[in-house]
C-alpha cells in the first residue's frame, strides 16, 4: 500500500523560507510522477509542482523562480523548496504519487493523482 507522508510544515514570515519533504512507502511502479497540491481556506486546490521519474519538473506560473522541486531517490523522498514566500503561499500541502507521468494530471481538465499525503500546513505572515 502507497503512503505519502509530508513534513516540514510551520509559520515564517513574509519573504522567509521552509523545505517540506514527503516520505514515500509501498511504491513500486517503475515509472512515476510525483508533485505538490496546496489548498488554502475556502479556495480551489491549486497545483503547485510535479516531477517526473526522469528528472523533468513543471511549475505553477505563481511558484515559479521560487519554489524548487526535487526527490532523493535513495531515500525515496520528495522535497519542496519555498523560497521568498508570500502570505498568498498559506495553505495546506499535498504530496501526491501517481503511477503515470505528471502530464496525465498536471492539467486541472485531467484526473487528479492516484496517491495523496494527508498535507502538512504553511502559514506565511506579513
Known amino acids: 500500500q502507497v503512503q505519502l507522508v509530508e513534513s516540514g510544515g510551520g509559520s515564517v514570515q513574509s519573504g522567509g523560507s521552509l523545505r517540506l519533504s514527503c516520505a514515500v512507502s509501498?511504491?513500486?511502479?517503475?515509472?512515476?510522477?510525483m508533485g505538490w497540491f496546496r489548498q488554502a481556506p475556502g479556495k480551489e486546490r491549486e497545483r503547485v509542482a510535479a516531477?517526473?521519474?526522469?528528472?523533468?519538473?513543471t511549475y505553477a506560473d505563481s511558484v515559479k523562480g521560487r519554489f524548487t522541486i526535487s526527490q532523493d531517490n535513495a531515500k525515496r523522498t520528495l522535497y519542496l523548496r519555498m523560497n521568498s514566500l508570500k502570505p498568498e503561499d498559506t495553505a495546506t500541502y499535498y504530496c501526491?504519487?501517481?503511477?503515470?507521468?505528471?502530464?496525465?494530471?498536471?492539467?486541472?481538465?485531467?484526473?487528479?493523482?492516484?496517491?495523496w499525503g494527508q498535507g502538512t500546513q504553511v502559514t506565511v505572515s506579513s
Open positions: 516531477i517526473d521519474s526522469d528528472g523533468s519538473t
Open positions: 509501498g511504491y513500486t511502479y517503475r515509472s512515476y510522477s
Open positions: 501526491v504519487a501517481d503511477p503515470s507521468g505528471f502530464i496525465e494530471w498536471w492539467s486541472p481538465l485531467h484526473r487528479p493523482p492516484n496517491y
